[in-house]
């Protein structure tokens, strides 16, 4: 286990933006507010989504294309650095009309028709995303 003690730093309520990639809003919002690390959370719904399952034998993420409306059921993620950029991680649990649901990592690709995200940032020195040969995933 790798772990760390951060400091609760500040608090971000809001609402994401129509049309946008879910990724790039909370990478923007980081780049905009000087955040390295920080853990969120959202709810609301997405006009089309990208999820993926990591293959564990082949090292490789499976993809499910969802072109679709679909409601977030449920959202969570962090920040942390990849190659000196800051880079949003999310899974999420999406639903369709039905109530069906699809859930997994959540890849770009994924637009927003309308949602809501608290994010706490986290005070410390934040952990880099570096390549782990065993697993074949960028792990801090
Ligand atoms: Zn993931």
Redesign the pocket.
Known sequence: MKLACFDPGRRFMGRLSHECDLLEEFEQLCRKEGIRCAVFTAIGALTRATL?F?QQEQKRYHTIELDFPLEIASLSGNISIKDGKIMA???AVLSDENGRSWA???FPNSTIFAGEFFLQELVGEAWERRFDPQTG?YLW
């Open positions: 993926g990591y991680h999310a899974h997994g990592h959540l995933l």
